[in-house]
Nanobody
Framework: QVQLVESGGGLVQAGGSLRLSCAAS????????LGWFRQAPGKEREFVSA????????DSAESVKGRFTISRDNAKNMVYLQMDSLKPEDTAVYYC????????????????????WGQGAQVTVSS
């Protein structure tokens, strides 16, 4: 079992920045692929960004490319989402997710590919 706890959410004006952090604990392993998803009010949860076990490969949704950056620190069992140039449409609850991956360069973009989820962090962007 892996427990994931997000932090760093909050209220920010459009054009501002926030950095989300996700701490993994429990049966932690460096062989976990990690991802970020978000769910806006009244909408389905959607993929935001994903990173491979070794951090060498990553992908992001078109809506956040060029603005959001995912990174990880395996020594600290942490994954981050740096969010710049935030827009009101980025307002959502952001979730960290993890799954074991046998191949160090694997990334996963679908929700049902992940086994562990955090409780979510609220991000609100005002116009």
């Amino acid at each position: 079992q892996v427990q994931l706890v997000e932090s760093g959410g909050g209220l920010v004006q459009a054009g501002g920045s926030l950095r989300l952090s996700c701490a993994a604990s429990g049966r932690t392993s460096r062989h976990y692929a990690l991802g970020w998803f978000r769910q806006a009010p009244g909408k389905e949860r959607e993929f935001v960004s994903a990173i491979s076990v070794n951090g060498g490969k990553f992908d992001s949704a078109e809506s956040v490319k060029g603005r959001f950056t995912i990174s990880r620190d395996n020594a600290k069992n942490m994954v981050y989402l740096q969010m710049d140039s935030l827009k009101p449409e980025d307002t959502a609850v952001y979730y960290c997710a993890a799954r074991e991956a046998g191949y160090p360069m694997s990334i996963f973009v679908a929700q049902d590919q992940y086994d562990y989820w955090g409780q979510g962090a609220q991000v609100t962007v005002s116009s």
